[in-house]
């Protein structure tokens, strides 16, 4: 990887209407970065284009869930680095950081990568972050020049997207990881649940960072018992973690406590009780109801849930949403719930 490519902000601001003739979705078939279409008054309505940082390694999976402030800085991780949008009309390059093997011309690594997906968790002078398939500690107190705390590979055994973010424990050396659950018939012809390696719900041990162990291992979602299958790999669609809740820089987001929010695509929203980081209990979940309209293509195979995202307010509002079904407000009533802190 040669790194994210970080050009010239555009000038000249668009500011053009209109939508397809037909009204259908329009083509994107110009190369990545390519603004010239907008002059047909096909693809932009009500908006402006303030900048635009081209290239695929710009995003990761959910980097914009990460923007933070250092001093009169705003800086966001980008894959490859991170970018400086204080003046979001100029974002520019801050720092860049690889796994060494990554970079053109050194010797290659000896296993595949993803690579950052994200959000990465920022807290003071270090960066956690899902780096498929490794979990990675950064020094980013300079942020010119980020350097490599520690690391932890985890493939093998586990598959998916080995490590989809990476969120520290308050008051304990413990980070929680996991995995991002794959496969599951995204499309007519692709791999089923369960066809892989399993996926990875576990905490690491940050005692020394410089050397990250894993510490523990999450329970495996369980049906209820009146379930018309007998685990959830029978269900059909992905079956696996994907989201937590950890938009922490947000002042109306509940910290993270001793409870852990985690979304699990068909198998609903999980909540474990880490309390003690070496022995996670299961304390709720929320299954949503079996669809009976399709609403999106996802899964091919049945018609069943995929519970996707998680935010917890500082009421106690739990919102979830699902591909199928749309959004769900919840509140946990079980042990160790947390008091609302919303002022």
Sequence with gaps: MAGAGIASAIGARAQVTGLTPDGG???????????NYLDRKQYIHNMEI????????????????AMWA?????????NGGFLDISDPANPKEAGRWWMPGQKDGEPPLGKNIYGFHGPAYIEGDRAYLGYSPWF???DISDISKPKLIGSLAFDPPFGGIQVHDAMPIPGKSFVFVHSEGTGGADSPTGPRACTGPMYLTGMVDITDPTKPKL??????PVPPPDAPYKDFCEKGGRFGP???NILQHSPDVEKQGDL????YFNAGLRIYDVKDPRLPKEVGWFIPPTPTKRLGPYPYDKLVNQTENVLVDTRGNIFVTDRQLGLFVLRYTGPGEPAPTAK
């Design 25 to 35: 979705t329009p083509p994107f078939r110009l190369a990545l970065g390519a603004l």
């Design 50 to 65: 303030v900048a635009h940082v081209p290239g695929s390694n710009i995003s990761g999976g959910e980097p914009l869930m």
């Design 70 to 78: 250092r001093g009169k800085q705003r800086l966001l991780p980008a």
């Design 136 to 138: 990675v500690l950064l």
């Design 215 to 220: 510490a523990s291992i999450f329970p495996t």
């Design 242 to 244: 994907h989201n937590t």
């Design 260 to 263: 852990i929010y985690l979304t």
